[in-house]
Each structure stands twice: as structure tokens, then as C-alpha cells.
């Protein structure tokens, strides 16, 4: 029972973080129908930032606040610079400018870094909390809260706000919100920088557990991305729920199964979800054939 306990707390952390990168797929997708692929560099570029900042004598908040600012004005560049000339172009088209993208931020941030493994200090120390024959780091409880209440403040910015709805009237019918007067343009502006934004809290406190380096976004993306699949993409409670989920199966396969066979859950997940259900848990059940 122990050892289940063990996998599950395991299992839960990194299944936070994915559903955090889910979410991020998820927030841009229903802004603009896009799949960005870049959103890993995103969590890399926040923890990257931020453990080069603290080498450099800045103080870890202020450190990460300055990280989360600059990995939003990247999510915001590439939306400008990047996406919107190619506006109109097919879907494959656009996919592929976002995995360049991913390439081209991997590579500047291998030569304004380094390609070593970087971690930071974890927040509240790195005494394990004992539980039912298990443990569990205090910085794990840290990324559960911060994905829980990130979570929490997004539905109700959605919920609650004018621009949450203007949000949601683009991502249900971008022509018909730009007839009502919103500049969808803006909408799909702000769609990239808070998914860039979520992308870059969720490296800076996944770092003190997993380590950091310039090419860790790849692997990320892919888990995002498969949890937002498994949830149904474009579904932001979806992306949540196929992000635990997610995070849950990887660690009983490494557990019980091997650790080598970890990493192939998720493109197990994306293959066996685009061929027996293509809508996911929570999406819509609807195929669009590019």
C-alpha cells in the first residue's frame, strides 16, 4: 500500500505540471485553432530564466516574476512575429511554424545559457513530509497548490470577467465575436501570453524537483500535448483531468512496469486516442481533416 501511495504522490506532481502545459495548448487552441508546439519552451524559458537570474544574486521572487514577464513577452512575440503574417494558412502550416519556433527558442537558449542541468531551491525545504508509509517532497505540495489555484483563477477569469468572455465568444465563433466588436486579434494576443505566462510558473516550480536545462521543453510539449488530447483538446477541464491522469499511468508504468517504458505512455496515449476517440474525455465530438 505504501508503494501505491508512493507511485500516486508521484504520479499527481507530475501530473500537475502536464496539466498545466495542457492547459496552455488548450487556451490557444480555442483562441485561434492552433496546436503550439512551442508551449514547452515556455516552461523551460521560466525555469532557465529564473535559476540564472538567482545565480546572478536576484532574489528567487523577484527572480521569477521577472522570468514569468519575459516568457510572456516571448509567447506574445511569437504570435506577432511568427503566426499572425501567416494568418490564413492551413493548419499544417501553422503547426509547423510554432515546432520551428520551439527549435529556434531551444537554440538561442542554449547559447544565452548552457546545455548543462540547472535546479533551484526548493521553497520550503527539502525535509520529506511523511505519509502512510510514503513520502512526498514539501516542493511537490508546491506545484499542486500553484496548478490547483492556477486552475481556480482561470475558470473564474473565464467565468467572472468581460474578457474572459470575449475569450470564450472567439474561441466558439471567432467571425461572429469580430461582428459583436471584439478585436479577436487582441483576444488571440492574449491567449499566447498567458499560456506563456502558465507555461513559465509551471517551470519554475517543477525545477527544484526535476531539474532544468535548454532542451527539456521538447519532452514537456509532448506530455502537454497528450494530455490535452486525452482530455479533449480544447476542453480546459479536460486538459486538467488528462494531465493527472497522465501523470498517474507514467509513474504506475514505471513503478510496476519499467522507468523505460515511461515516456512511451504518452505517445501511446495520443495513438490510441486519435484512433478510438479522437474527441477525448471532455471535447467535442467533432473531426476536422486537414
Known sequence: MAELLQFIFSGLTVGAVYA???LGFTLIYNASDIINFAQGEFVMLGGMITVFLVAAGVPLPLAALIAVGLTTAVGLALHRLAIEPARGSSPVTLIMITIGASIFL???AQII????FHSLPSLFGSEPIHFG????LPQSLVVLAVAAIIVVLLWLFMERTLLGKAVTATAANRLAARLIGINTRRIVDFSFAISAAIGAVAGIVVTPITLTSYDVGTLLALKGFAAAMLGGIGSAPGAVVGGVLLGLIEALTAGYISSNYKDAVSFLIILIVLVAMP???FGRARIERV
Open 133 to 136: 508509509g510514503a513520502t512526498m
Open 20 to 22: 498545466l502545459v495542457g
Open 106 to 108: 531551444r537554440g538561442i
Open 279 to 281: 474527441q477525448g474525455l
Open 113 to 116: 545559457f548552457d546545455r548543462r
